[in-house]
């Protein structure tokens, strides 16, 4: 999940109200192909793949690293969620040495507006928070990405600067669990 020293990985699948969170298996490839290929989700992740292109070249089993969770819904895959260390190389830091995690996610477009990306990620921190209390997470996402912007404030994303990259505007916060109140 982050540069900061060992962490399990995979983790144990994340049960919510709702979904599974778990590491990704064979059956999860068509929604794989139809994630990267999907017109609606390719605005928001850097660009569509063509589907034949993407059904050539994915593995059998895509997705398993380390830092991704496929999210399911009812027993099939509706996106991910990940978190990944921040380049260096990448503008947007809250440390010198930089590896902050950085939070990230994608899902099918038929799947917007349940309210499932803030539960999956809400549970990705949650579980990023016991593992490695006090760690910062951070995001970036275009300014104009009115949903993302919702969301890193309502998961509890603070500001810390803009900048321009990918030709756009960029948000860029940060988010750790000592600076968040615990719910329930």
Not at 83 to 98: K, M, S, Y
Not at 140 to 148: E, P
Not at 153 to 162: I, Y
């Amino acid at each position: 999940m982050t540069g900061r020293g060992p962490v399990a990985w995979p983790p144990a699948p994340i049960r919510t109200e709702r979904l599974v969170l778990r590491e990704s298996e064979a059956r999860d490839r068509a929604e794989f192909v139809e994630l990267f290929a999907s017109p609606e989700a390719g605005t928001h992740v850097g660009g569509v793949r063509p589907r034949d292109e993407l059904a050539r070249v994915m593995p059998g089993v895509p997705g398993r690293r380390r830092g991704l969770c496929v999210v399911d819904l009812d027993g099939a895959m509706i996106g991910m969620v990940t978190l990944d260390p921040r380049g260096a190389e990448r503008p947007g830091h809250v440390r010198p040495e930089a590896g902050e995690a950085t939070l990230g996610y994608v899902f099918l477009p038929e799947a917007w507006g349940y309210g499932y990306a803030a539960e999956a990620c809400a549970a990705v921190l949650d579980r990023f928070a016991a593992v490695l209390p006090g760690e910062p997470v951070v995001l970036c996402t275009r300014t104009a990405n009115d949903r993302a912007m919702r969301l890193a404030a309502k998961l509890g994303f603070t500001e810390v600067k803009r900048f321009e990259e990918y030709g756009a505007e960029q948000w860029f916060g940060v988010w750790s669990s000592s600076s968040v109140t615990p719910s329930g």
